[in-house]
């Protein structure tokens, strides 16, 4: 056990719908990060908060974004669905931020099913 | 920005023996750790080996090892006395510190099956 929550463990929707997933950090860990892992792009970093901050964005699209609350869980709310956007989404939290020592400890996805 | 390359997409080994993935990346920094991640069939991202790219010395973690050439910007795994429960698929990834964040890159991954 990673200590990282993620829920819901599967979600099935239909296109053009908004969902929103949720990831509670290890205790102790200030960062978050979301990647998507799907066949065709592999595992991709989506975007990391630190402390409620955004620190970094990769390979986001414009319809998805995401927040750190003050509790340090963080949302990743995707609109607009595709067919595209099936994938598995991981969140992962480390202790610090810019100290890439730390390694992330990874939740156990989302696995998102756009119909 | 920094590249990660696996180039053998499937390996395969037998049981109790030695098997070497490798990969190697490339990234302008030089301050850097590089770690290695197995995905089990359950589909979970877990931690194998870590190595500090200022170390000389190559990181072991039981049964796991690395060979790191910084030089060569390639960092191996080494699985010895392999176990069927090590199959999965194995990702490398480099996290690069730039002060503000530390995201990992991925390579595309090795999927390793251990014949019984």
């Known amino acids: 056990d990673s200590g990282v929550t993620q829920t819901p463990k599967h979600l099935i929707t239909a296109t053009g719908q908004r969902v929103t997933l949720r990831c509670s950090p290890r205790?102790?860990?200030?960062?978050v990060y979301w990647y998507q892992q799907s066949l065709d792009q592999g595992l991709q970093f989506l975007i990391q908060y630190y402390n409620g901050e955004e620190r970094a964005k990769g390979n986001i699209l414009e319809r998805f974004s995401a927040q750190q609350f003050p509790d340090l869980h963080s949302e990743l709310n995707l609109s607009s669905l595709e067919l595209g956007d099936s994938a598995l989404y991981f969140c992962a939290s480390s202790a610090d931020v810019g100290v890439s020592n730390q390694p992330q400890h990874f939740g156990d996805g989302t696995r998102l099913s756009i119909l | 920005a920094q590249t990660v390359t696996q180039s053998q997409p499937e390996m395969s080994v037998q049981e109790a023996e030695t098997v070497t993935l490798s990969c190697t990346y490339d990234t302008s920094e030089n301050n850097y750790y590089l770690f290695w991640y197995k995905q089990p069939p359950s589909r979970q991202m877990i931690l194998v080996i870590r190595q500090e790219a200022y170390k000389q010395q190559n990181a072991t973690e039981n049964r796991f090892s690395v060979n790191f050439q910084k030089a060569a910007k390639s960092f191996s795994l080494k699985i010895s006395d392999s176990q069927l429960g090590d199959t999965a698929m194995y990702f490398c990834?480099?996290?690069?510190?730039?002060?503000?964040?530390?995201?990992?890159?991925f390579g595309k991954g090795i999927t390793l099956s251990v014949r019984p």
């Open positions: 990834a480099p996290s690069v510190n730039t002060g503000a964040n530390s995201k990992l890159t």
């Open positions: 205790s102790g860990d200030l960062s």
